[in-house]
């Protein structure tokens, strides 16, 4: 079982994460270069940045994209987990749900209190946007379980009331001023949603259909 989910999730992960990655690089990479020179200008660095070396661009893609399979394959295993903890049938399509839900908490309720930021962009203290975005995703998270999964009115009023809950206490800007313009912020926010989506989505779909593969091969060579 254990080598299965491993074998799954993995799979799924590599594959959903190099879509993932094409797809931040001709969306969000290009917003995050123009908000650095706009900061750089904010901090006098533009000699700096004129400077770098060459292939400075080739490695921000190659780490960027690695670090997008390893969250790929993160979010497929947990949904996986997640799937077989709660005694779900493992298919693409539940499990695209499943991803579908996991972006509604972390990234869809988080980006209410927490939009997603260039670098320049006004910020609120690192620990406590930390701590307010765990707690958001993990109370939205048990209210949608108690809602789509639990059938006992007392427990879809709780759900609700979790998901709810963390938006009474959202983070505060300690410095408001921020260095980039509001039209390229709002491209970023609207991108980064979707490439989140995407990459949620696609995660659940491809470790549900490698779960199901994996599961037929080892039924037909028993």
């Known amino acids: 079982m254990i080598a299965r989910l491993l074998a799954a999730g993995l799979i799924a992960g590599i594959v959903a994460g190099l879509a993932v990655a094409g797809l931040q690089h001709v969306t ?4 995050i270069l123009a908000a650095e020179v706009y ?6 660095h533009d000699a700096a940045e004129a400077t770098a070396p060459a292939f400075e661009g080739l490695r921000r893609t ?3 994209s690695l670090a997008t399979v390893a969250v790929s394959a993160g979010y497929a295993l947990i949904l996986l987990a997640g799937m077989l903890f709660s005694g779900e049938s493992i298919g693409p399509r539940r499990a695209a749900l499943w991803g579908a839900c996991a972006f509604a908490a972390t ?3 988080t980006s209410l209190g927490l939009a997603p930021q260039l670098p320049g ?5 690192l620990a406590g946007r930390q701590i307010w975005w765990l707690a958001t995703a993990a ?3 048990a209210g949608l379980f108690a809602l789509l999964r639990l059938d006992a009115p007392a427990a879809k009023i709780f759900g ?5 809950a963390p938006h009474f206490f959202w983070p505060t800007a300690a410095t408001p001023e921020s260095t980039v313009p509001a039209e390229l ?3 970023f926010a609207a991108a980064s949603l979707t490439v989140q989506a995407a990459s949620w989505v696609l995660a659940g779909a491809l470790a549900g259909l490698s779960w199901r593969l994996i599961s037929r091969d080892e039924t037909e060579a028993a």
């Not at 969000?28 to 917003?31: E, H, R, V």
């Open 28 to 31: 969000t990479t290009p917003l």
């Open 39 to 44: 900061e750089a200008a904010q901090h006098a």
């Open 62 to 64: 190659v780490a960027t």
């Open 107 to 109: 990234g869809l309720a």
């Open 121 to 125: 962009a006004a910020e609120t203290d």
């Open 139 to 141: 109370s939205t998270g």
């Open 160 to 164: 609700a009331a979790l998901i709810v």
């Open 185 to 187: 912020a709002a491209r």
